[in-house]
């Protein structure tokens, strides 16, 4: 909140004055700055990239996907995470070099395979035996050798929302290590003909403040490497930790540097492999949240003001849950300011409602506002990932546009949403005209 830029009472963000944005493109509205993006990756590039020989580092799209920021990535020299067949065709569309995206999923469905694997997708992150089959079939078809890295559920907890927890033993996600299924998967992936197993995966979480849970990662895949080395032979000469370095949403946030977790985590990994006679494996890192969260916030126009005397003041906005399903998700907060009136005194406290028909659409529980009227401006803060990602058209309400600023000027990547649209795809069956 501290570096805010205010100029004549509104809120400036990239360069732009926000009360102007609104005028020009209607709320709710995503605002992007790319200026942010570039600062991101530029400090992966000088604290990861650079500094250590033989990595990557790749964007996990998830988080705020669309062409003009897979142009933004490749321009930055970063790699590209997808999970799903719409994400990769997203990268394919808009022409992201196919040999730097990771391919991940925790159940990728046949047709996915195929669109990855006869696009030469760079890597295919592996989550269970059945998806080794699929792919080695697959690839023969089509006369490929996929590259693969397994995914492993490390089996180490994190401090975070379970909803975002990932890496613990109980998980959807990945390959455990219990009963030999990891060693059943490695010899697979040796004899099968028509992959090239290269490595191994982890991700053990989202939002995290504590390097630990990566270090224990670490302990227990280069122990998962001395094995397969020791029992099949096999170098790993890949190694991928995940993403999930903490940002601030809210006060009481402490996000460490990124050096906090990388140097961590390299050291751990030249410790240990040097310890267990390892050659050092090429690492990745996939930061997501940490590379678009704070370059984003959400614009939307103030409507009704409702004052129950003595109980609470609710302020409701234009838009909710459908831009932004994470406070009625898993209780995700976030800090706002009315940005027309940036530099007022906050004597209030307010509730602020999203418009859907659903009590759980509160976007923030007590904010602390100045005097607010109906058409003011609502920034909401640090909405770049997870919310244009996740957005919905629940009450038929149409998605808005995204823009992105840079130094003052301002551009349209992603249009509002129109009600035709949202009809685009419905049909009325003869009988019933
Ligand atoms: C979601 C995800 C990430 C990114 O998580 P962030 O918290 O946004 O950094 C990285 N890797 C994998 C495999 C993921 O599923």
Redesign the pocket.
Known sequence: MENIRIKDGHFIFGGCDVVELVRRYGTPLYVISEEVIKRKCSEIREKFLCKYKNTRAAY?S??FLNPAMCKIIEREGLDL?V?SGGELYTAIRAEFPMEKVFF?GNNKTIDELKMAIKNDVGRI?VDNLYEIELIDKISKEYGKKARLLY?ITPGVESKTHRY?S?GQVDSKFGIPLAGNIIFEAVEKGIKCENVNLLGF?F?VG??LFDNRSYLNAVDVVTRLMKDVKERYGFITKELNT????GIYYFKGDKPKPIDYFIDAIMDKIYKRCSEFGLEIPTVVI?????IIGEAGITLYTIGFIKEIPGVRTYVSIDGGMTDNPRPALYGAKYEALIANKVDSEKNKLVTIAGKCCESGDILIWNLRVPKVASGDILAVLNTG?YNYSMANNYNKTPRPAVVLVNEGKSEIIVERETYDDLLMRCRVPEYLK
């Open positions: 996990a998830k988080a995470d999970v991940h992150v995914r975002i990932t995966h991700h989202s939002q995940g993403g999930g370095y996939e930061p997501g949240r940490w990932a």
